[in-house]
């Protein structure tokens, strides 16, 4: 049984898409720690059934809103680190595999260097107010990832990507987004592909950590 819940937990069906008894949801309670809680929350869920069933039938989701809160950028899409490292904490507590605990917290990073681009970018200013809350967020995501337990669980991942992000976590927070800035100018086929042992110029990368950690060229 634990195994169905293990993957029903980290699927895409786990954005919601169930019928969860009432007692259950009024025990759990839905999460407001950001724009992503439900996600988590649902997750929260299925760990607190006993059984999960599935049934035939199509369910239709609509993509086709631009407007929707989910495709427009709001400041509320810098919470996607935070929700990553809630979801490894929840696995890590329910004592599945230290392999599946590591994912999550290697993707929360992954959105944290993604999203600082992101806020960096030249070609994408943001307002002053918009750019200070956003801020707010990854430092705060930046912080707990430098964390003793995070740190544990981002050292299973020892792809040069990988690698790369985690040493960029070294610093200051000031350090960490001269990091991102000289990536997305520098090495962008960093920001472009995510994935371990992805075809990233090592040797770029290597170049950078030089410049940037080591004050050498």
């Given amino acids: ?3 169905w819940i293990g993957a029903v937990l980290l699927a895409s069906l786990a954005g919601g898409v169930a019928l969860i008894r009432g007692a259950e949801v009024r025990a759990t309670r839905f999460k407001e720690f950001g724009i992503f809680a439900d996600e988590y929350t649902v997750r929260e869920l299925f760990m607190a059934c ?14 086709d809103n631009p407007q929707a809160i989910t495709k427009k950028r709001s400041v509320g899409t810098f919470d996607k680190p935070h929700n990553w490292m809630m979801l490894s904490s929840l696995l890590s507590r329910n004592a599945f595999p230290e392999a599946l605990c590591a994912r999550e917290m290697n993707r929360a990073l992954i959105s944290l260097v993604a999203l600082q681009m992101d806020l960096l970018d030249p070609a994408m200013p943001f307002p002053a107010d918009f750019q200070n809350a956003a801020e707010h967020k990854l430092r ?25 992000r985690r040493r960029a976590l070294a610093g200051s927070y000031e350090q960490f987004k001269a990091v991102c800035l000289r990536w997305s100018t520098e090495t962008p086929a960093f920001s472009r592909d995510w994935k371990p042992n992805s075809a990233v ?17």
């Fill in 140 to 164: 705060g995501a930046f912080e707990a990832l430098k964390s003793p337990d995070a740190q544990r669980a981002l050292s299973h991942h020892d792809d040069t990507a990988s690698i790369a």
């Fill in 1 to 3: 049984m634990r195994t």
């Fill in 201 to 217: 110029d090592n040797h770029a990368l290597t170049c950078t950590f030089a410049q940037l950690f080591d004050g050498s060229t």
């Fill in 50 to 63: 006993e059984t999960v069933a599935f049934s035939g039938g199509t369910f239709f989701y609509r993509q």
